[in-house]
C-alpha cells in the first residue's frame, strides 16, 4: 500500500486566521483619521443622561485641529525640503531661459551661481540676473568656454 500524504492546504493558506493575522497591522502613529474614529466613537458611545461636557468636546476638537495642522506643516516641510535640496543640484550647470518682455522673446544662457527664495518663489542666480525657475528652458552641464555671466541668443 503506498503511502499518501493529504493536506488540505493550499499555497496560499487563506483560512480565517491567516488572512486576519495579515490584516492586523501596527499602526507606529496616531493620525487625524483615527483620532477622528476615537472622537466619533466616543460621541456615539456616550451615555445620553450624561453627555460630553462642551468643554471636553471644543477641547478635543483643538487638539484634533492641532494634529491637523502639524501634519499639514510636516508634509510642507518635508516637500520644501526636498525642492530645496533638487534646486540646489542646479548649481553650476548652465541654464537657459526666454525673456518674453521684449517684442521678440530672447533666449539667453549662464552658468547658475546660486539658488534663492523671494515672496514663496525659487529663483537661479546667473551672472546678476535672477531667473525664477519656471522660466527654465533647459539645464546642461557647463561647457569649458562658458562663464557665469549672461549671453543672450537672438
Known sequence: MADSIGTSNIWPYYSSKNVQAAARKPVKEMGKEQFLQILVTQLRNQDPMQPMQDKEFISQMAQFSSLEQMMNMSKEVTSLRQSAGMIAGLIGKE?????????????YYGTVNSV???DGVQYVRVGKTDVPIDKIQSISEPSADSGSEVAGNE
Not at 95 to 107: F, G, I, M, P
Open 116 to 118: 534663492l527664495w523671494r
Open 95 to 107: 541654464v537657459s531661459w526666454l525673456d518674453e518682455s521684449a517684442v521678440n522673446a530672447v533666449e
